[in-house]
Antibody
């Protein structure tokens, strides 16, 4: 059974870059049937999709964050990653790595979630 | 972007009674080529990641109890818990995946009355 695990610093200073990695176990990132992705949830609030990379296909980004996001897939390590630049307190959230069902070449519903990692932006 | 509006924000239901959550999309999420509604429902318990309950508006995910059901088409959707159990206390989110971007409703908190 697929498991996703986020890793990265829990505290990032304002204006710096948030970097997270998601490691898969029990499945391969090269499965063409899925998109991978990042979703975040500010404390006490709702869910916001950040973006979805694919190992061979296109990468989709939330337009509101696109200028600050870089995503990549490392097939050798069975990992994918997120970098978010110029962070502010508004980027404080639990960050989830996820697997999206792929349909008509787009990321669709999420059928697997990591446990999430809280990233706090503070000096 | 498609906006998903959930109602109510919260509801309290007696054990064994029905709970109904509504979700309205700002445009139709019915995809004509396959006649499917691109809506999912998730359950999030305190301190846990969300869990997929329903996709294609009415298809129950494997292992989800049959007291959970989804319905609706076009722009209006409903999640129904037919007989509320203690373990159903959670926040429920609808999501449209007609996009990208995929977008979520604001959530509905379900409690025991």
């Amino acid at each position: 059974q697929l498991q996703l695990q986020e890793s990265g610093p829990g505290l990032v200073k304002p204006s710096e870059t948030l970097s997270l990695t998601c490691t898969l176990s029990g499945g391969s990132i090269t499965s063409g049937r899925y998109y991978w992705g990042w979703i975040r949830q500010p404390p006490g609030r709702g869910l916001e999709w950040i973006g979805s990379p694919h190992n061979t296909g296109g990468t989709y980004y939330n337009s509101s964050l696109k200028s600050r996001i870089t995503m990549s897939v490392d097939t050798a390590k069975n990992q994918f990653s997120l970098q978010l630049t110029s962070v502010t307190a508004a980027d404080t959230a639990v960050y989830y790595c996820v697997r999206h069902f792929l349909d008509f070449d787009y990321p669709r519903y999420v059928d697997c979630w990591g446990q999430g990692t809280l990233v706090t932006v503070s000096s | 972007d498609i906006v998903m509006t959930q109602s109510p924000d919260s509801l309290a239901v007696s054990l064994g009674e029905r709970a109904t959550i509504n979700c309205k999309s700002s445009q139709s999420v019915l995809f004509s080529p396959n006649n499917k509604n691109y809506v999912a429902w998730y359950q999030q318990k305190s301190g846990q990641p969300p869990k997929l309950l329903i996709y294609w508006a009415s298809t129950r995910e494997s292992g989800v109890p049959d007291r959970f059901s989804g319905s609706g088409s076009g722009t209006e959707f409903t999640l129904t818990i037919s007989s509320l159990q203690p373990e159903d206390v959670a926040v429920y989110y609808c999501q449209q995946f007609y996009g990208p971007p995929v977008t979520f409703g604001g959530g509905t908190k379900v409690e025991i009355k």
